[in-house]
């Protein structure tokens, strides 16, 4: 069994953030993730050059107090850079805006490992790559700081070209409040390896799931609002979700009724995982771990299957039914 190694810190007060000292800091990106870090940054004691194209985000920028840059020269004048531009954007905008500012010594932070793990982006030789990621969307990254509950994080150094990666990484780590609730030592391959696992086999077959039940009970004569109530439309599920979060994933069956408790347990004791397993192996391995999904999404008409596959479930059984389900319940 792998054990990962975690860093926490005292909700009482953030640990060292001396590896940045006299290191100019920069946010590349005010967005979700960007407004959160900038402004733990700041409240730890460390206040971040922010860099942006000048819209509103940039305008929330400078309505929270900072004075947004162009992200070319914000990321020039960094000696540490955080990426928090959407991963689709990345390579593009690194290789063109970002790459050019970045010196021997300076230290590039993905939120994300997808880009660096798969290659898409050209960092020049000298300058380390770590990745600060937050389990954790951007609000909650700002309210979990404050409240001091802390968030999941992930750390890890990609490149340590200067030797001193390492401590760069914690201290970034602890100014955004990634040690409150335990920095997990990772890697951009185990976090995007698991990123794209659940978007690519384990909801895919919750949505499955969930798509086979509505047709089976429809089939047997039960009504849409119905089965679609029980099924999620009730937000139950969304209920469930967060109970496994909090109490475990077996210790929430407490709160279900004792026929359900046994109609739960007896149909799982007695379903076979091995199929599943298999097609989830092979999208580990075939399809994330090869690069094989990266480099098809990678290229260009990937965008137009989207919209095809999109419209595709737009037009699905169980979608026009929610539809018009909506519709009669005016919900
Ligand atoms: P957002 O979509 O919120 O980022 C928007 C920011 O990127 C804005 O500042 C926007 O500014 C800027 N931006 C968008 N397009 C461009 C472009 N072409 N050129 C320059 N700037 C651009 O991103 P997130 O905060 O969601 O994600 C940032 C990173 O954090 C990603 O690596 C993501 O994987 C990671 N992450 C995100 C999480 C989340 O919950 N969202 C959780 C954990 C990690 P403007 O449009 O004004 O230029």
Do not use: K
């Amino acid at each position: 069994m792998a054990h990962a190694e975690i860093h926490h810190d005292d909700p009482g007060a953030i640990g060292d953030l001396g590896p940045l000292a006299g290191r100019t800091v920069a946010v590349l990106g005010y967005g979700n993730q960007g407004a959160a870090q900038a402004r733990n940054l700041r409240d730890s004691g460390v206040t971040p050059l922010v860099g942006n194209r000048n819209d509103s985000y940039a305008e929330a920028a400078a309505d929270a107090g900072f004075a947004p840059r162009p992200i070319a020269e914000v990321a020039f004048e960094a000696d540490v850079s955080l990426l928090l531009v959407p991963d689709e954007v990345q390579p593009d905008l690194v290789r063109d805006e970002i790459a050019p500012g970045l010196h021997a010594g300076d230290t590039l932070v993905v939120a994300s490992g997808y880009n660096w793990y798969f290659g898409l982006l050209e960092i020049p030789d000298g300058v380390d790559v770590v990745m600060v990621a937050p389990r954790m969307i951007g609000a909650a990254v700002r309210d979990r700081y404050v409240s001091r509950a802390g968030f999941p994080c992930f750390v890890s150094v990609e490149r340590d070209a200067t030797g001193h990666a390492w401590e760069t990484t914690m201290a970034v780590a602890r100014g955004i409040g990634g040690t409150l609730g335990g920095a997990i030592v990772s890697s951009a391959r185990e976090e995007a390896a698991l990123d794209l696992l659940s978007e690519q086999a384990v909801w895919p077959a919750v949505l499955s799931v969930l798509r086979s039940a509505h047709a089976i009970a429809v089939d047997a004569g039960f009504s849409d609002e119905a089965v679609l109530s029980e099924l999620y439309l009730s937000g139950e599920p969304a209920e469930v979700f967060d109970h496994i979060a909090r109490d475990g994933l077996f210790g929430q069956l407490g709160l279900h009724s004792r026929t359900s408790q046994y109609g739960q347990l007896r149909a799982l004791a007695a379903a076979d995982d091995a199929a599943l397993r298999d097609r989830f192996a092979a999208v580990l391995h075939d399809d994330i771990l090869s690069g094989a999904f990266a480099q098809e999404w990678s290229r260009p008409e990937a965008g137009e299957r989207l919209d095809a596959l999109r419209r595709e479930a737009d037009a699905s059984a169980i979608a026009q039914a929610e539809a018009a389900v909506r519709e009669r319940l005016g919900s």
